[in-house]
């Protein structure tokens, strides 16, 4: 079972920034945040990682709270192309172990 | 970098055939892939792991029978759908993990194969 709970869905405006919420309250220390999103019908994209930084990327940023329970996804200026299942997984360091849940089905709107 | 494709994209057959489904690393070498399933509105499934030279690990509930994996080269992955059915239309996608890699390093994906089995 996935050990993260996210919103099924969220829509963005075009342009505005998208924040996308994951709850991981079981989290090891061990373990890392992982991003993804699958736009329909292709495979899954690598969006971001972290540990208890926050990272940043030409992609994404992401913010672990201190207490690592959870993190958020920002998509600073959303576009269209953006619409996508953005799925947040948690894995051991080194596992190359991928759960992935149901993920945020994002839409960005016009 | 890092780039994963599959091949064929879409292959459609009738049931009863076998079917096979190319996984590469372009960029890359990867000492491990990995082969999921995704139904309709459904997330992906992991199905096996392969380590390039051994036999595949199978999730619990998959026929290794019937979903056979070879793994023969560091770039290189094969999902045969041996003796197809109609419930084994599905999207099925590979990712692969570098070799030599760092800690945090993850999977990368191919862009998956769309099977309708008529």
């Known amino acids: 079972d996935a050990k993260t709970t996210q919103p099924p869905s969220m829509d963005c405006a075009e342009g505005r920034a998208a924040n996308l919420p994951c709850n991981h309250s079981t989290i090891s220390g061990n373990e890392y945040v992982y991003w993804y999103r699958q736009i329909h019908s292709q495979g899954p994209q690598y969006i971001i990682h972290?540990?208890?930084n926050n990272e940043t990327n030409e992609m994404a940023s992401l913010i672990i709270t201190e207490d690592r329970k959870s993190s958020t996804l920002i998509l600073p200026h959303a576009t269209l192309r953006d619409t996508a299942v953005y799925y947040c997984?948690?894995?051991?360091?080194?596992?190359?172990?991928?759960?992935f849940g149901k993920g945020t089905k994002l839409s960005v709107i016009p | 970098g890092a780039v994963v494709s599959q091949h064929p994209s879409r292959v459609i057959c009738k049931s009863g055939t076998s079917v096979k489904i190319e996984c590469r690393s372009l960029?890359?070498?990867?000492?491990?892939m990995f082969w999921y399933r995704q139904f309709p509105k459904q997330s992906l499934m992991l199905m096996a792991t392969s380590n390039e030279g051994s036999k595949a690990t199978y999730e619990q509930g998959v026929e290794k029978d019937k979903f056979l994996i070879n793994h023969a080269s560091l770039t290189l992955s094969t999902l045969t759908v041996t003796s197809a059915h109609p419930e084994d239309s599905s999207f099925y996608i590979c990712?692969?993990?570098?070799?030599?890699?760092?800690?945090?390093?993850?999977?990368?994906f191919g862009p998956g194969t769309r099977l309708t089995v008529l």
């Open positions: 972290g540990l208890k």
């Open positions: 997984i948690v894995s051991p360091a080194g596992s190359y172990q991928l759960t």
């Open positions: 960029d890359f070498q990867a000492t491990t």
């Open positions: 990712s692969a993990g570098l070799a030599g890699r760092k800690i945090t390093d993850t999977q990368y």
